[in-house]
């Protein structure tokens, strides 16, 4: 392992500069190398949909399962067209079209980006920061009619989750999810890798062909360790939740017990 540790963070942008300045920080050298990128839904008029539905009130409950998700929704109400036939209506903002109904969100960030953009934001898992976290807790807090957006590539577990309690729920494509076709040089040869999601996972296990030792690995969420480990990535440790001082923290901690582990003993050859 090299004097300052090089991490893979999977961000850019924004979102990158952040990751880069709390690294460099914590003593540790990024290397920023966005492994999927997002883009509208194939079929748009469904999200167009569900956000007039949002707007006339329809829904008890809004579910924001990510930052990305809040995004999509602003900009899709900027691009709402309104239907033939029908008087232009004004363009609204995500908390103007979600007034009318309570915001649940998976985790601190989604929530703090949530109320970035003006939104309220009632409920955060007590229990766990996941779909299976949002279940256990909202699930008895209806029957209730809700609004999921999400990623063309999530899974339905809380769709079915809470349909399973009696809830009705309106599940859309939000946004698709594009993957990286190559990694650049620099992402190949790091001391430890940031896994933010699973489709982060599922991208970096297909386009690493490092030969080296295998990096640290410290995952977001428990749903995205399991898909690390269902591909045969060794974790080394679960971020306790997803913003960036704990997942820094969980970081230094991993590498500081892979160096021990790698350090012989006095006396002991190597």
């Known amino acids: 392992m090299t004097a300052r540790p090089r991490v893979l963070v999977p961000r ?15 003593g540790l050298d990024p290397v920023l190398a966005p492994l999927i990128t997002f883009g509208p ?11 007039r ?3 006339d009130g329809v829904f ?16 899709a109400l900027e691009v709402n067209a309104t239907p033939a036939g029908m008087r232009p209506r004004p363009r609204v903002t995500l908390a103007e079209a979600a007034r009318g109904s309570r915001v649940a969100a998976v985790g601190p960030s989604t929530a703090r980006r949530a ?9 955060v898992p007590t229990t766990e920061h996941s779909a299976r976290g ?3 807790d909202l699930g008895p807090l209806g029957p209730a009619t809700a609004f999921l957006p999400h990623s063309a590539l999530a899974r339905p577990e809380l769709e079915h989750g809470l349909t399973a309690q009696g809830w009705d729920v309106t599940a859309v494509d939000a946004y698709q999810t594009l993957t990286a076709d190559s990694l650049g040089a620099e992402a190949h040869d790091v001391d430890a890798v940031v896994l933010t999601s699973s489709s982060v996972a599922t991208t970096w296990a297909r386009l690493r062909t490092s030969a080296g030792p295998d990096p640290v690995v410290v995952c977001l969420g428990p749903r ?47």
Not at 18 to 26: C, M
Not at 41 to 51: N, Q
Not at 228 to 242: E, F, K, M
């Open 53 to 55: 539905l949002l707007r």
């Open 134 to 136: 949002m279940v256990t």
């Open 224 to 270: 995205t360790a399991e898909t690390a480990q269902s591909l045969g990535i060794r974790v080394a440790d679960v971020a306790p939740d997803p913003s960036v001082p704990a997942t820094v923290a969980t970081l230094l901690a991993a590498l500081a017990g892979a160096t021990s582990r790698r350090t012989p003993e006095p006396g002991r050859p190597s």
């Open 115 to 123: 109320e970035q953009a003006g939104l309220t934001v009632q409920h």
């Open 41 to 51: 839904p194939k079929d748009r008029e469904p999200v167009r949909h569900a956000l």
């Open 12 to 26: 850019d942008g924004t979102a990158g500069a952040r990751w880069s300045d709390a690294l460099v920080e914590a």
């Open 60 to 75: 008890d409950w809004l579910l924001l399962t990510s930052e990305r998700t809040v995004d999509a929704l602003e900009v």
